[in-house]
């Protein structure tokens, strides 16, 4: 019976309907929407998410795995509010919570700031989540409040020291030659004590991560008792534990985007992981001027499971890669 679908016809007609309530939400606002290639040269450059890729015409080509780079380029083009609701590809992404091919929900607002980012992705919350309007908090207050650790400020051996006098189990690799990074402890610490019942009550949206892997966003300085450090101005939302939304201040600068993308690179050829191209169009773009923006991706599938109150993607989505 695998020619059937898993999610059953109630929840697609409800899947339907909310993404209706976001193309409402987004075509009020002055947004609208477009669609991008699902297959292109260019690729996110990322430690951690794998693309699939395909040979076409002799040249390799990805699937993406979000539709940001094409939808920087429309904002470069002169696009000021846009949005798209985009098939996305993961390698490996498969589990209770994940499908290798899901639905993302992505927007770009040219001209706002981290704090419009923030409001925009709350208002968005609210309208499609029926929860109470999200709350605040920062990486560091989410630390400090859990493990009393200020994140920030602690080294890879506080880290470690600190897994072990809590019990939190970590991998072999994680010691020894190729020891784990401060953000692998971290991301380790917040995954174990932290994510599990974020956003029970009221969904959350957490901002100011770390600035050792800063991605596609800008860092900037965050100065509190007498102390300063680093931050990346990334916010993401959380509800039921689960992670739905990973947004920006959007990067401008080309020349530290390319810096970046060459120490993912080799920390990718380090791991033997396949090499990813670290130029692109979204660089020329760049380079071209891209506008300040705001920028953020929402997972429909599990923005669903939410609002609806199921606990697997499959009861979501009709054809898991399993039935595909």
């Known amino acids: 019976m695998d020619f059937l679908p ?68 429309l904002l470069a083009g002169g696009a000021d509010r846009i949005y798209q609701i985009a098939h996305a590809f993961r390698r490996g992404d498969r589990g209770a919570q994940h499908n290798i091919e899901f639905t993302l929900l992505e927007w770009y607002r040219a001209g706002d700031n981290y704090d419009d980012g923030m409001n925009l992705l709350a208002d968005l919350a609210e309208a499609l989540l029926d929860r109470p309007r999200p709350a605040r908090v920062s990486f560091a207050e989410l630390f400090v409040s859990a493990v009393g650790i200020n994140p920030h400020l602690a080294t890879e051996e ?50 100011d991560y770390p600035a050792y892997e800063p991605q596609l966003a800008r860092t900037g300085t965050v100065t ?34 390319s810096r970046r993308f060459e120490r993912i690179a080799e920390k990718r050829r380090r791991l033997n992981k396949p090499a990813l191209p670290t130029e692109s169009r979204l660089l020329e773009a760049m380079r071209a001027g891209l506008p300040a923006s705001s920028g953020c991706a929402l997972g429909m599938e599990r923005a669903a499971m939410v609002r609806f109150g199921k606990s697997a993607i499959d009861q979501v989505l009709p054809f898991p890669i399993e039935r595909a």
């Open 158 to 207: 506080d880290l470690h020291a600190l897994c072990d006098s809590r019990g939190i189990s970590y991998p072999e690799s994680f010691v020894g030659q190729d020891a784990a990074s401060a953000d692998d402890w971290l991301d380790l610490i917040f995954t174990e004590t932290i994510q599990p019942g974020l956003g029970a009550h009221q969904p959350v949206i957490v901002y």
């Open 224 to 257: 509190e008792r007498g102390e300063s450090y680093q931050v990346t101005q990334r916010f993401e939302l959380f509800a039921d534990s689960l992670e739905l939304a990973n947004g920006y201040h959007e990067l401008t600068d080309p020349e530290e985007l």
């Open 6 to 73: 898993t999610a059953d016809a109630a929840s697609l007609r409800r899947m339907a309907a909310l993404c209706r309530d976001a193309r409402r939400f987004f075509d009020q606002r002055g947004f609208f929407e477009v669609i991008t290639p699902v297959l292109s040269h260019d690729v996110l450059v990322d430690l951690h998410v794998e693309p699939i890729s395909l040979t076409v015409g002799g040249e390799e080509l990805f699937l993406q795995t979000s539709p940001e780079f094409a939808m920087k380029r």
